[in-house]
């Protein structure tokens, strides 16, 4: 996939993420099937099959969102985020993770 569209996703999720907005629910077939019926610029052109892709992308390699709860979130409130600050802060995991181990 171009940079371009890496590029805009970043933005958009940013942006999102910024307002307090960035929660996907479900997994990443219904995340991508809501970012696809969100008709976004960056995503025209692309089938359902590719904007599954990107979402698992996303996550796993360009690190914009990742997991939390069984939802799609911006990455920082993602489960593995939280671990890693408190890893850093040497505090243990505890629920509820977003209270748990501030920054």
């Not at 569209?5 to 996907?24: H, N, P, R, V």
């Not at 629910?25 to 599954?52: E, M």
């Not at 911006?74 to 489960?79: A, I, V």
């Amino acid at each position: 996939y171009p940079q371009e569209l890496w590029t805009a996703a970043e933005q958009y999720f940013k942006s999102l993420a910024d307002s307090g907005a960035l929660l996907l629910t479900g997994g990443h077939y219904a995340s991508a099937r809501t970012l696809a019926q969100s008709q976004l610029p960056f995503l025209k052109g692309y089938n359902l099959g590719q904007i599954c892709h990107i979402t698992q992308l996303a996550i796993s390699q360009r690190k914009l969102l990742g997991n939390f709860n069984g939802d799609i979130v911006h990455c920082e409130w993602s489960t593995s985020t939280f671990n890693s600050r408190c890893a850093q802060q040497q505090r243990p995991v505890v629920d509820p993770p977003l209270l748990a181990c501030p920054d």
